[in-house]
């Protein structure tokens, strides 16, 4: 049985040094590149050289989940040229990757609807997913064709197949039905490239996570870069609705 988590929200977590989650909005690429007068894709090329850098800083700190928003639901929208190569972007990325996670005990997983894509994409899914089960290191999630809104209905849609005759629903029935119930909700959440905003990413997932928003677009987020945002995440207090002094008498 996969072990799931209930909400971060009812018990107050251990506070450890470096963040157990972390979800990441890898913003800006487009940015960067037109400020090099190159087309939007480079920005995107450039943009999977810091997935591989992030995922080995994360090992490196020992941060057990790494959560990344590749391609969202309103990403469909783009020009239908800029929509095809992030399309063979990933393609290329899960043929040259998946052995070195699977090397590094990285256990690849991927969420959202997968049903949009391509079936030699869906493929690489399967197989890079298959590939890395067993691995315990750091569980990379790329959240792909990923929705906040469409994960909470799925969840909310498969829960009412499971139980026709139901009428209500608590907040520890629905969690497992969500696309990651297999990770503790996020602890630090990172937005790069200056915009301060969710973007249907994780919705239900994020209720009590800390956000960090920095101007550093993707392609130029390094580990010395998310070293600082865990530096800013130590200093924070989670209190989950509590008080200060509440949390000293534990
Ligand atoms: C994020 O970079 C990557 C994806 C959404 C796929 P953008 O492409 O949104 O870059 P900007 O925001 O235009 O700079
Ligand atoms: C969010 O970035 C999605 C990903 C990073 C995959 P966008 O650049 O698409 O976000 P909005 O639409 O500007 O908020
Ligand atoms: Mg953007």
New binding site residues.
């Given amino acids: 049985m996969i072990k799931r988590f209930l909400s971060s929200t009812a018990t107050v977590p251990e506070t450890t040094q470096v963040p157990r989650h972390i979800a990441i909005?890898?913003?800006g690429n487009g940015r960067w590149a037109k400020k090099r007068l190159m087309p939007r894709v480079a920005g995107h090329a450039q943009g999977v050289e810091r997935v591989r850098d992030v995922v080995e800083a994360c090992i490196r700190r020992g941060v057990g989940y790494l959560t990344l928003?590749?391609?969202?639901s309103?990403?469909w929208r783009r020009p239908q040229d800029e929509v095809s190569r992030l399309m063979e972007l990933f393609v290329m990325a899960l043929e040259r990757e998946v052995e070195r996670m699977a090397d590094n005990g990285v256990r690849l997983k991927v969420v959202g609807d997968l049903s949009r894509f391509e079936p030699r994409l869906r493929e690489l899914i399967t197989q890079g997913e298959a590939r890395t089960a067993a691995n315990t290191r750091l569980t990379v999630t790329v959240c792909a064709n990923y929705g906040g809104r469409w994960d909470i209905l799925n969840a909310m849609n498969a829960w009412r197949r499971e139980h026709p005759d139901a009428t209500e629903i608590g907040e520890a029935e629905l969690a497992p039905y969500l696309s990651m119930a297999y990770a503790p909700e996020p602890d630090l959440f990172i937005r790069t490239?200056g915009?301060q905003?969710v973007?249907n990413?994780l919705l239900w997932q994020l209720a009590y996570s800390e956000l960090y928003f920095t101007d550093t677009l993707w392609p130029d987020f390094d580990a010395k870069a998310l070293d600082q945002a865990i530096t800013s995440y130590r200093k924070r207090e989670r209190r989950f609705g509590r008080t200060s002094e509440q949390l000293l008498e534990r």
């Fill in positions: 909005i890898m913003d928003f590749a391609f969202s309103e990403n490239g915009e905003r973007s990413f």
